[in-house]
């Protein structure tokens, strides 16, 4: 069967950042920068992502490209004879499915506080009642139930069209919606009355502020939400590299989509921080343990405080939902292909079967928050201890994987072999200098983020 193909590099661009922005640009990377030491902390995420993120991205895109298959069987087509590279399927299809266990859910609750907005309900709840609400809301395993469903089967549905017909031009559309609203919302926060103290301390590096919060432990948060935030190490990236042509060098496409996922992030900031500082006094929760409540209770109390509140708040968790859906999507798209590629089954078949399958999936997490809240291993809920596998285990032992196979000519696939591809077409060329730092020190870098993530 012919391998599909995007119709254009925009769309491949959008799609690929699209798998990379989600939840954790827009929520996580605003609070944890304001409890890590503010401009100091977003000085050394990308500092990070630069280290990290473009050289990791580009082993994924190269492989992709290269085998014109998923990670799957992408190592199983690169590998030499005798070689166990193809054990990686096991951590990239299992770590899609993980991934997209606790994802679908925390999507749905986007859905439901969407409603809310719309319909102006919250807005009828005094700011003490907002964390009642959202324990009550997401501890309702039937509405749990539903709000997920309603995730799995738009998006599969979406991807069983096909690549060009479902899955690029909805997400085009969706990218571009979610990028008009940032930008709006950015805009109005930008007009508040303290936004100009929010946004100093956001853009301002301060010592003070990283004095206060410990060097290592801002180093250790930076490096940890920038190479997370880009949902590298289970092949989700590298699927998309499988559907492009040879006409552009990778180097430039993973800084472009690297820079889309920034830019994300950064805007976010702009959003949240006038408004914290406005009605919030300042950022007060803590970024060492926040969490989806932040979001559904902090910042819809500073929503439900604002003029014209409702409608901000309807704009933000719809702007959420598409962050959120646009790395569903992307996920299931990689799915998708693991089934085309081991089997002879049909879209619309691999669609069925695999809705099944992640409604019974998803399920421990639905209850994690209800019936099965008493359920802890390891001091940790089903759903936390579902991100920390995937987070702390699986993406880094996946990068550790991608950056080793493409750099040891003796026991992978080769630095030779990566350069060629890397820098087959038109654009940036990937140094063949940084051979050295990518057999020997990013590993390294990797290799302490995955320990850092047990010692905290």
Not at 44 to 49: G, H, N, P, R
Not at 256 to 272: E, F, M, P, Q, R
Not at 329 to 357: H, P, Q, Y
Request: net charge positive.
């Amino acid at each position: 069967m012919q391998r599909e193909k995007f119709s254009s590099r925009l769309g491949f661009l959008l799609i690929s950042a699209g798998c990379s922005i989600g939840l954790g640009n827009v929520y996580r990377f605003p609070i944890t920068t304001g409890g890590y030491g503010g401009a100091i902390f977003v000085l050394m995420y990308i500092a990070f992502l630069i280290l990290l993120g473009i050289p990791i991205m580009t082993a994924e895109l190269a492989v992709g490209r290269a085998s014109q298959k998923s990670v799957a069987t992408s190592f199983d087509v690169l590998e030499k004879p005798g070689q166990k590279w193809h054990m990686m399927k096991y951590i990239g299809i299992g770590g899609n499915y993980l991934l997209m266990m606790f994802y679908t859910v925390i999507s749905g609750w986007m859905i439901i506080y969407f409603i809310k907005y719309l319909t102006g309900s919250i807005m009828r709840v005094p700011p003490e009642g907002l964390g009642a609400l959202f324990g009550a809301t997401v501890s309702n395993p039937v509405t749990g139930v539903i709000s997920t469903a309603v995730v799995i089967i738009l998006c599969f549905g979406i991807c069983s069209m096909g690549l060009q017909k479902g899955v690029e031009k909805i997400t085009k559309v969706m990218m571009v919606l979610l990028l008009a609203l940032m930008m709006g919302l950015a805009v109005y926060s930008c007009t508040l009355s303290n936004a100009a103290e929010g946004l100093r301390f956001y853009l301002v590096p301060s010592l003070e502020n990283i004095k206060r919060a410990g060097v290592m432990t801002v180093m250790s948060s930076a490096m940890g939400q920038a190479f997370f935030s880009l949902s590298i190490g289970i092949g989700a990236i590298a699927i998309f590299g499988s559907y492009i042509d040879k006409e552009r060098r990778l180097l430039g496409e993973a800084i472009t989509i690297i820079s889309l996922d920034t830019l994300v992030a950064l805007v976010s900031g702009i959003i949240v921080f006038p408004a914290c500082f406005t009605y919030n006094h300042g950022v007060t929760a803590d970024a060492g343990t926040v969490g989806a409540g932040f979001l559904f209770t902090t910042l819809s109390s500073i929503f439900n405080a604002m003029p014209g509140g409702r409608i901000v708040g309807t704009l933000f968790f719809l702007f959420m939902i598409f962050a959120a859906l646009s790395t569903v999507i992307a996920v299931f798209e990689n799915i998708m292909s693991f089934w085309l590629e081991l089997t002879d089954l049909k879209r619309g078949n691999i669609a069925l079967i695999n809705i099944g399958l992640m409604m019974i999936l998803t399920l421990p997490a639905v209850f994690g928050n209800s019936i099965w809240s008493a359920v802890m291993i390891g001091g940790k809920g089903i759903m936390d201890l579902e991100d920390f596998i995937i987070s702390n285990n699986m993406l880094p032992v996946g990068a550790l994987v991608y950056v080793t196979f493409c750099s040891w000519s003796k026991y992978g696939w080769g630095w030779d072999r990566f350069i060629e591809e890397t820098n087959t077409g038109k654009g940036l060329r990937f140094p063949r200098a940084l051979e050295f730092y990518c057999k020997f020190i990013l590993p390294v870098i990797v290799f302490v983020l995955f320990i850092s993530g047990y010692i905290k």
